[in-house]
């Protein structure tokens, strides 16, 4: 669940969504919001729950991308854990292909490097049903053969 307080603040702030520091007053009334909002706090104690399991193997697709959208700050070993679960997860590579041409430059780039094998072992490997597997291997094929055509 989002804070509309969260919402509109920010709205007034979109450098801030943009990566740069909000002003000091402004950061101090933001920050006094987080320390009280019941809605704030919730969220926090779901993303710390969350991240918890993230040392775990059984993070789920859900999960990554509640912390994703989480208001949160993500930590360097967040972002990489999160990052983990992506590079082994094949629906997260399914999607992240289908909705996202930079993906799909750099997953074809990572194609021409590795067997259609090595990717099924990777995939059972990894816990994921054989019909996940070869959606994935079709995919894969498919941005292949775009590449081929484009070349």
């Not at 509309?4 to 920010?10: D, G, H, M, N, T």
């Not at 933001?30 to 779901?46: G, K, N, Q, V, W």
């Not at 070869?134 to 995919?139: A, F, I, N, P, Q």
Request: proline content about 4%.
């Amino acid at each position: 669940m989002s804070c509309p307080w969260v919402e509109k603040f920010l709205s007034a702030y979109p450098e801030f969504d943009a990566g740069a520091d909000l002003p000091e007053a402004a950061a101090e009334e933001f920050s006094a919001h987080l320390d009280t909002c019941p809605i704030c706090l919730a969220d926090e104690r779901e993303f710390e729950r969350i991240f918890r399991q993230l040392r775990s193997p059984g993070l789920t697709c859900s999960e990554v991308d509640a912390l994703m959208s989480s208001e949160v700050e993500l930590t360097e070993e967040m972002e990489s854990a999160i990052e983990t679960h992506v590079m082994r997860c094949a629906e997260c590579i399914i999607k992240d292909v289908q909705t996202n041409a930079d993906a799909e430059e750099l997953l074809g780039k990572i194609l021409d490097k590795v067997s259609e094998e090595e990717w099924r072992r990777l995939f059972l490997d990894t816990g994921h049903s054989p019909e996940v597997t070869e959606e994935v291997l079709k995919e894969i094929r498919q941005t292949k053969a775009k590449r081929k055509k484009r070349e």
